[in-house]
C-alpha cells in the first residue's frame, strides 16, 4: 500500500526552508513554513487547508503574501499555525495592502498562536476586509490538529526567539481484508468509512453495525468482531520538521521526543560541525548537532537541509558530514 502523505522540500537545500505534503488520496496538501514558494503551482497552493509556521523570520515567512494571492478565491478556510506573535505578524501583512474591492472573496483565515500553554486564535476574513474576529482560547497540550487520519503536534523551541518545531503522524492504518468481505458477500461502500471511524473513536466494543449482503441478507456484528473479521492495522507515517534552534539541553530532549521513529527527519544543518561557535552564536544547528539528534530520536530517514549559503562554492560537504554524523554507530555524544 502507497505511502499517505507525499512529502517535498520546495527549494533546494541552501534556499528558504519549506515542506510540502501533499496527501495522496485527497486533494489536499499542508505545508510547514512560509519561505518563498514560487516553485509550488496556484493548484498546489490551493490544495492547502493548513500552514505552519516555524517563526517570522523572513526566510521563513515571506511567502505569506504569494500564498495570499494565489488563495483570496479558496472557499475552503484555511488554518495558520504560529509561534508568539504570529497574529500580529499576519494582520501586519494583511495590513499593508488596500482591501477596498474584496468583499464577494471567500477566504477565512484562521490564525493559531502558540503561546506557553495556550493557543489564542483570530479569524480573519476577506468579507470583512480582513478585519481581526477573536474566536477564542484553548490549552496548549503539544498537539495543534487531531484529525480523525492524522496529528500535528509541535514544540517550543530555542532561537533567542519561540520557534516551533513540527511532527505530522498519520493515525494507524486500518485495512480491510478484501479477500474476507469478498467471502462474506459483502460489497464495500462508505460503510467501511463508517466502521473506520467508529474504530478511531474507540466506540464500546459491543456496539452493533448491522451490514447487508449482496444476497440482501444481513449480518449484524459487533465492532470487536467487525475489527477482528475484516481490519488490518498497521504502524501510519511519520514525518519531523524541525528547523532554526540551539544545540541545549531543553532543545534536545524536545526534538528527540518529538521526532522519535519517525520516518522521515527533516532538520536543520546550517554550519559545519568546524563552525561550531558560529552556529551557537546564531541559535543554529550544525551537521554533527543535526546528524546526532537523528540517531538519537531513532528515525528511519533523515533529509539534512536549510544549509548557510557561505558553504555554496563546496555545495556537498555540509550533506556529507551531516549524514556521517547520522549513520556513525558509536559516536560520542555531542556536547553543548
Not at 500553554?117 to 476574513?125: G, H, L, P, W
Not at 468482531?225 to 530532549?253: F, M, S
Not at 532538520?267 to 552564536?281: I, Y
Not at 554533527?288 to 540517531?295: C, D, F, P, T, V
Amino acid at each position: 500500500m502507497s505511502d499517505t502523505f507525499d512529502p517535498r522540500l520546495v527549494n533546494g537545500p541552501f534556499d528558504d526552508p519549506v515542506l510540502y505534503v501533499a496527501f495522496r488520496h485527497e486533494r489536499r496538501a499542508l505545508l510547514f513554513d512560509l519561505g518563498t514558494i514560487d516553485n509550488l503551482s496556484t493548484r498546489e497552493v490551493l490544495k492547502l487547508s493548513h500552514l505552519f509556521v516555524s517563526h517570522t523570520h523572513i526566510d521563513h515567512f515571506i511567502g505569506f503574501d504569494h500564498w495570499l494571492r494565489c488563495s483570496l478565491n479558496k472557499e475552503e478556510g484555511v488554518d495558520l499555525y504560529g509561534p508568539q506573535g504570529i497574529i500580529a505578524n499576519v494582520q501586519g501583512k494583511l495590513a499593508a495592502y488596500t482591501w477596498n474591492l474584496i468583499e464577494d472573496y471567500p477566504l477565512k483565515l484562521t490564525v493559531h498562536e502558540v503561546d506557553g500553554t495556550e493557543i489564542k486564535s483570530v479569524r480573519f476574513s476577506a468579507v470583512d476586509r480582513f478585519r481581526p474576529e477573536p474566536v477564542g482560547k484553548a490549552n496548549f497540550d503539544g498537539v495543534l490538529v487531531d484529525e480523525d487520519g492524522f496529528t500535528v503536534r509541535a514544540a517550543i523551541l530555542n532561537h533567542r526567539i519561540p520557534c516551533l518545531a513540527f511532527s505530522l503522524e498519520e493515525k494507524s492504518r486500518l485495512n480491510i481484508r478484501r479477500d474476507v468481505l469478498d467471502s462474506m458477500g459483502i460489497a464495500s461502500g462508505p460503510w467501511l468509512d463508517v466502521l473506520k471511524r467508529a474504530l478511531r473513536a474507540d466506540m464500546p466494543d459491543t456496539t452493533r453495525l448491522e451490514i447487508r449482503t449482496k444476497s440482501g441478507d444481513s449480518r449484524d456484528l459487533t465492532l470487536k468482531e467487525w475489527r477482528e473479521a475484516l481490519v488490518l492495522e498497521t504502524k501510519g507515517q511519520k514525518i519531523a520538521y524541525v528547523v532554526d534552534n540551539l544545540y541545549c539541553p531543553d532543545n534536545i530532549e524536545q526534538i528527540v521526543n518529538l521526532a522519535r521513529e519517525a520516518d522521515l527527519f527533516y532538520c536543520e544543518a546550517t554550519f559545519s560541525h568546524a563552525d561550531e561557535a558560529r552556529a551557537r552564536e546564531r541559535y543554529h544547528l550544525t551537521t554533527e548537532q543535526a546528524g546526532s539528534l537523528a540517531r538519537m530520536a531513532q528515525v528511519r530517514r533523515f533529509v539534512p537541509f536549510h544549509f548557510s549559503a557561505r558553504y555554496q562554492a563546496d555545495d556537498k560537504r555540509l550533506l556529507e558530514e551531516a549524514l556521517e554524523a547520522f549513520a556513525r554507530e558509536a559516536a560520542q555524544p555531542v556536547r553543548y
